[in-house]
């Protein structure tokens, strides 16, 4: 038992004896305290003599708390105050999740495994639909969707309590044997788009239900739809069927109806949005290039509609540096010989920036000075797939896919030749600071040792934050530490590794 005794003023003639312990505070008077604890002592039911010497000890604490208060005086000057505190342990690390889905077979349903930040242990592993190909969750980390082979999509709460109850599978439209290639979710509603039926199909409600399908141009595939959670409008990404200039579609999220579509580049892959919706980026794999959207104004962006590195073959995945005002591109290259990553600077101006730029309007920014501007490029390894950057700005994280035509390294070949690896990269310097091959498959009865990795997530934290990959070829999801770059673990999946994502950035 914790107990403070403060001194009663003339105001408020009671003391109060805090119980740290059990988080009591107990107001009432010194004598009165006294007498209690004396009556106790002299009723019939007077507790057993070990309990009698407990109560004594509380007795005389207080008979000498309330003598130490009359030594010092009870005035308006400061006086020592009799307390015992419990020490205070350092901040937990916030609570936060990997989600990774894995494949137990063409014909089984997948897993759902939920892995803690903070332990590194599998808090709970749930199935889902039959083979999972994509996963996706909301903006708040809350629910989590998959997409399956068996034509469902699933959706279930991101909880430690998953019940299988609480596991929903919706079943697609007809897509005349084309899987549809990705889910986003934006508020209350998710956009499939379908290219087996040339459209989007947009859900809503709980649990999800289709809403309505807009329909796309035939002459266009629709393969993944842009986004922020502010966004006035959504942008559908849709490839040319005969291979040209691809086109986007704008969805208005007010009143979820679509925009006249407007060209970008070539074979367009993948895209990101600024998080105050402002811009909107179009990675154009087909033409090497990168399609601006300014999509405040619902039109390409002015004067930088385009940028190209030219030392960047095939951009294919992008993730932001907003510390930094930067666009991180990963560009997978050849798939045989090294790829590279693209930094961009992409500032807008600012109400700051209004005495030298005139033209400014902060509700409606333009770009400032270098926006689009490739700052650097980056070799990386062989065939680049994904890139995830820090949040805090110090670090980009790539994972070389490799050659897909040969096993990685750790089956007899060189490391130099296939490369499944994750690079690191110092986003001051822009400069590969380490190369972190993936460990073996620890599982002595697997045929892999290790595979071409192909989804990757990343996190901040202290004092570490933390990368998780996964493999189609393992069923092991390596963690890296983000303060030394080195392996930390790898956390059995019990499948073969799909995707993952983290709860928060």
């Not at 003391?15 to 106790?40: D, F, K």
């Not at 290639?181 to 934006?186: A, F, H, K, W, Y």
């Not at 951009?315 to 010989?337: K, M, Q, R, S, Y």
Request: glycine share 8%; net charge negative; aromatic share 6%.
């Amino acid at each position: 038992m914790n107990l403070v005794f403060l001194c009663p003023s003339p105001t408020s003639p009671l003391a109060v004896i805090y119980n740290q312990s059990l988080s009591i505070a107990n107001t009432s008077s010194i004598v009165g305290e006294v007498l209690h604890l004396a009556r106790v002592e002299a009723e019939g039911t007077t507790p057993s003599r070990p309990s009698r010497r407990s109560l004594r000890s509380v007795f005389r604490f207080v008979l000498a708390a309330a003598a130490l208060s009359t030594l010092v005086g009870c005035g308006n000057t400061y006086r020592p105050v009799v307390a015992a505190f419990n020490p205070v342990g350092p901040a937990s690390q916030p609570t936060k999740y990997a989600v990774a889905i894995s494949s137990t077979g063409p014909n089984t349903p997948g897993l759902a495994t939920f892995v803690d930040f903070s332990g590194d242990t599998v808090m709970i592993t749930a199935s889902v639909g039959v083979n999972p190909y994509y996963l996706v969750l909301d903006a708040f980390g809350s629910e989590g969707y998959s997409l399956n082979s068996d034509k469902t999509f699933t959706s279930f709460p991101i909880s430690t309590g998953l019940l299988s109850s609480q596991i929903i599978q919706n079943t697609l439209l007809d897509n005349n044997n084309v899987a549809p290639p990705s889910l986003t979710r934006v508020g209350a509603f998710a956009y499939l788009p379908q290219p087996g039926r040339t459209s989007i199909a947009e859900y809503t409600g709980s649990p999800l239900a289709l809403q309505q399908e807009f329909s796309v141009n035939p002459a266009y595939s629709p393969v993944f739809v842009v986004s922020a959670a502010t966004a006035p409008r959504v942008y559908s990404i849709d490839q040319a069927v005969n291979g040209g200039n691809g086109q986007v579609t704008p969805i208005e999220t007010s009143s979820n109806t679509p925009d006249q579509p407007f060209s970008v580049g070539v074979d367009p892959v993948y895209g990101v949005m600024t998080s105050d919706a402002r811009r909107a980026f179009i990675l154009n794999n087909g033409s090497n290039d990168i399609t601006v959207i300014n999509s405040q104004t619902n039109q390409i962006d002015t004067p930088t509609g385009t940028i190209h590195d030219p030392n960047a073959v095939g951009p294919i995945w992008a993730d932001f540096a907003p510390t930094l005002n930067e666009l991180v591109v990963a560009n997978a290259g050849d798939g045989v010989n090294p790829g590279s990553v693209s930094i961009i600077s992409i500032p807008l101006c600012t109400a700051t920036s209004r005495p030298t730029n005139p033209t400014c309007d902060p509700s409606n920014p333009v770009d400032a000075v270098g926006f689009g501007t490739v700052i650097a490029n980056i070799p990386v390894g062989v065939n680049p797939r994904m890139v995830g950057v820090l949040q805090d700005g110090t670090k980009a994280y790539v994972i070389n896919g490799g050659n897909p035509s040969l096993p990685c390294a750790g089956s007899g070949v060189a490391a130099s030749t296939t490369n499944c690896s994750v690079s690191v990269i110092n986003l001051t310097s822009n400069t590969v600071v380490a190369t972190i091959p993936l460990p073996l498959n620890p599982d002595p009865t697997s045929s892999n040792l290790n595979g071409h990795p192909n989804y990757i997530a990343v996190t901040t934290g202290t004092p570490t934050g933390k990368v998780y990959v996964t493999s189609a070829e393992s069923n092991f999801m390596t963690v890296i530490r983000t303060d030394i770059d080195t392996v930390l673990t790898q956390i059995p999946l019990q499948g073969t590794g799909v995707a993952v994502r983290v709860t928060a950035p």
